[in-house]
C-alpha cells in the first residue's frame, strides 16, 4: 500500500533551500490531495537583544510575514492547489517547527529545506533542520533539489535573487 499523505507542513524562512521545499511540497500536496500548512517562525530570540524593545518593530516584521506568506498561498493556488493555508508563529523554529505545531495540527509529513542559515550561524545556533529531523514525530523529508532534482549546492550563487515564491 502506498504511504498517502494528508497534512504536510513546510517551513519556509525566505533562503533558496525553502523555497525549494515550498515548490517540492505543493506538488508532494497536489499528488496526495492533502492540505499543505505553509509556517513562517519569528525567532523571537531575536529581539531579547534589542535594548529598547519596540513593539513596532514586531509589527513590522509580522507584516512583512503575512505579505509573504500570503504571497506563497497565491504560487501554490497558482499551480492548481487549493487547499493551503498559513501560520505565523513565534518562539523557537526549532521546537514549534519540530514539535508543536505538528502535534497540534496532526501533520504526517514535514517537508523543510537542507539549510536555511550560513554556516556560522549553524555553528552559534544550531540547524533548525538538523533538529526536525531527530525530534519530529512524523516523517521528514529534507529537500536538497529542484523540482528537476538538480542539487540546491549546484545553484547556490542564486541565492541572493531568489526571494519568496516565483511567479
Not at 14 to 38: D, I, P, T, W
Not at 53 to 79: G, L, P, R
Request: hydrophobic residues 40%; contains cysteine.
Amino acid at each position: 500500500m502506498l504511504q498517502q499523505y494528508k497534512k504536510i507542513l513546510v517551513a519556509v524562512d525566505g533562503s533558496y533551500e525553502a523555497e525549494l521545499a515550498f515548490r517540492k511540497a505543493v506538488e508532494v500536496a497536489k499528488r496526495n490531495q492533502a492540505h499543505l500548512y505553509l509556517i513562517h517562525v519569528i525567532d523571537t530570540r531575536a529581539f531579547q537583544n534589542v535594548s529598547s524593545f519596540d513593539s513596532a518593530m514586531v509589527e513590522q516584521v509580522t507584516q512583512t510575514a503575512k505579505s509573504t506568506m500570503e504571497e506563497y498561498v497565491k504560487t501554490a493556488n497558482q499551480a492548481g492547489l487549493d487547499d493551503v493555508s498559513y501560520s505565523i508563529e513565534y518562539g523557537a523554529p526549532k521546537t514549534i517547527i519540530g514539535r508543536d505545531f505538528p502535534k497540534d495540527n496532526g501533520i504526517d509529513l514535514i517537508m523543510i529545506g537542507a539549510t536555511g542559515l550560513n554556516a556560522v550561524e549553524r555553528l552559534l545556533i544550531g540547524s533548525v533542520t538538523e533538529f526536525v529531523t531527530r525530534s519530529a514525530n512524523c516523517d521528514v523529508l529534507v529537500v536538497r533539489s529542484d523540482l528537476e532534482n538538480k542539487p540546491a549546492l549546484d545553484v547556490v550563487n542564486k541565492k541572493s535573487t531568489i526571494k519568496g515564491p516565483q511567479k
